[in-house]
């Protein structure tokens, strides 16, 4: 078997892997990022929307732009970057074994590791659920922004949140009809600023509401709506059918956390935060001390956090290699925080940031820090 | 027929170069480099294979290669993701049943 040696592999070619690998090669590290899509810029390029926050955190610059400047600099810096190539598991703590072009085995032995792996949709059940038509919001939003295809004409969407109202508006871009948003809580959860572009174009929201279910043979034709009581229960009578070939799920992300898994690192359960996620300190690393994260790995959040989580692992993984001295990545990394912790501040952003505050808690006590 | 040729942001659709694909022996057109996924939807197909047991439609539903479920076989080679393969001119697409049948005699024996 052939192994290579890398100082650093980052796995994951999105905001925070793509980050992180400039942050490391700036330092002089050599890097190595691996993705398992044919282009890199992860979810990027499908957010032609906006950002949000201040402009420190590219607020007003759309996701897509941020991409291509994203890769305009991991080209400027000659990054070695493999495509089409999946990590499908890391032994030793070190060894990360890769398929490139689904044909070919690749072992590189890598000194330290950032998880970038990013995050999937979460899924709602209900009778019907499984048809062809309903499916992902972020998948309908990668069909429109990315493949310039409809995946239906016609959209009931699950959830009211950032993603639920941003992707209805997006389908409406694309020339699609969003026939309904459904929310189950009494109240909306999106953005204002986004909400009410939606509303402002006539899509009709029902909070306290759901799918009991989607009707059709080959595809999605037909959806029954029901009205919620303040437990979530389905009101008996209530039910009535909207006319709709696609039913889209904006119901939150889970962290994609295999290859922390298998590698052995200790993991927490947080909610607000998405679900199990490996445990990590305020250098982003794991209990596996060769072992970094970064982005919705370490909690689901948004891009432009994604990236600041990205330049904390590649700074602290190039500290931890020599690259850059630990009185230098201490000022690095606190200006970091301050921008973290601006991001996690405000209606939204509080709940992340004491969820984030407890799991860093956890990480000063299981994880000893090499570098700090 | 589903396609979003002009967009708000976007702009115009990139000018691209057509290519043959078929899809159980129908001949589509899809463009050049796109994910299979995106050239059936294109061409109005949202069921891309039935289940073993109960064999029940499914089509596309993460699209970013993470749930499988849009699996096909592609020349001759089962349980492909759609959402993220690109189309190559002359590519033989097979709703496929179940987890599919490789197909004896090709190159990837």
Redesign the interface.
Known sequence: MRMIEKELVIVGAGPAGLIAAIEAAKAGVDVLLIDENTRPGGQLFKQIHKFFGSHAHKAGVRGMDIGTELLGETDKLGIEVWLSSEVCGIENGHDVWVIRNSSETQYVHAKKIILATGATENAVSFPGWDLPGVMGAGAAQTMINVNRVLPGRKVVMVGSGNVGVIVSYQLLQAGAEVAAIVEAAPFLGGYGVHTAKVCRAGVPFYVSHTVKAAYGSERVEKIELVRLDEKFNQIPGTEFEVEADTVCLATGLTPLTELAWISGCQFDFVPALGGFLPIHNAQLQTTNPDIYIAGDIAGIEEASTAMEEGRLAGISASAALGYISKGDAEQLTDKIWDSLNALRSGYFGQKRRDAKDYMLKKGSEVIVCSTC | M????Q????GD?PKVRRVKIFVDGQEYEAKEG??I??AL??AGI???RYTNYKH????????????TDCIMTVDGVPNIRT??T?VQDGMRLQTQHGSGEWQRGDAHD
């Open positions: 589903y396609r979003v040729e967009h708000p942001i976007l659709a796109e994910m996924a995106a939807l294109a949202s069921t891309f029940k439609p499914r089509g596309i539903y993460c699209g970013i290669g993470r749930c959402c993220i690109p």
